[in-house]
T-cell receptor
């Protein structure tokens, strides 16, 4: 039961442009959402999160948007840098339930 | 502060064998979660332990089990290994509450031949 879906397995973007990674979820109970970044041979690292009481959270070049009615969130990276090339996972949770992850999107930022 | 550590980093087993993986969380963290990562499947939740008790469990067969010790270190065990168990197994720790950020270890890559 894939409650969190990242439908794009890969994304390629030119350096300096915007990267937009998308994530959809099916469980309306989710009220806390996170993005993690994963480099090869390393565990995922936390990037940014958003609570369902907000529709936007910004941290430097990274902004997460949440559309609760559409059960959709997106991560914007502006401007994209080659060091941003990694696999990005979105995750969702509520109460003390387990965190559900998407399948990941591999972002490649070309110089 | 030391990060989450996992041992071993790499492991090769044959079908039918059993394996035990270890995870040491960040000092002070009481919650430990285990995930299986396979290509195209993302991170699949296995189970979560909090204060030595299993608090949540994912949709995996009973061959997958775990435990947590009083010092919050955790182990997961997979019995009767199958080829499909080949994956990266990640452990993550957090302080306690569900909105706490999880910190991941580097993972144990298991290959079943």
């Amino acid at each position: 039961d894939q409650q969190v879906k990242q439908n794009s397995p890969s994304l390629s973007v030119q350096e300096g442009r915007i990267s937009i990674l998308n994530c959809d979820y099916t469980n309306s109970m989710f009220d806390y959402f996170l993005w993690y970044k994963k480099y090869p041979a390393e565990g995922p690292t936390f990037l940014i999160s958003i609570s369902s009481i907000k529709d936007k959270n910004e941290d430097g070049r990274f902004t997460v948007f949440l559309n609760k009615s559409a059960k959709h969130l997106s991560l914007h990276i502006v401007p994209s840098q080659p060091g941003d090339s990694a696999v990005y996972f979105c995750a969702a949770t509520y109460n003390n339930n387990d965190m559900r992850f998407g399948a990941g999107t591999r972002l490649t930022v070309k110089p | 502060k030391a990060g989450v550590t996992q041992t071993p980093r790499y492991l090769i087993k044959t079908r039918g064998q059993q394996v035990t993986l270890s995870c040491s969380p960040i000092s002070g963290h009481r919650s430990v979660s285990w995930y299986q990562q396979t290509p195209g499947q993302g991170l699949q939740f296995l189970f979560e332990y909090f204060s030595e008790t299993q608090r949540n469990k994912g949709n995996f067969p009973g061959r997958f089990s775990g435990r947590q010790f009083s010092n919050s270190r955790s182990e997961m065990n997979v019995s009767t290994l199958e080829l499909g168990d080949s994956a990266l197994y990640l452990c993550a720790s957090s302080l306690a509450k569900y909105q706490e950020t999880q910190y991941f270890g580097p993972g144990t890559r298991l290959l079943v031949l």
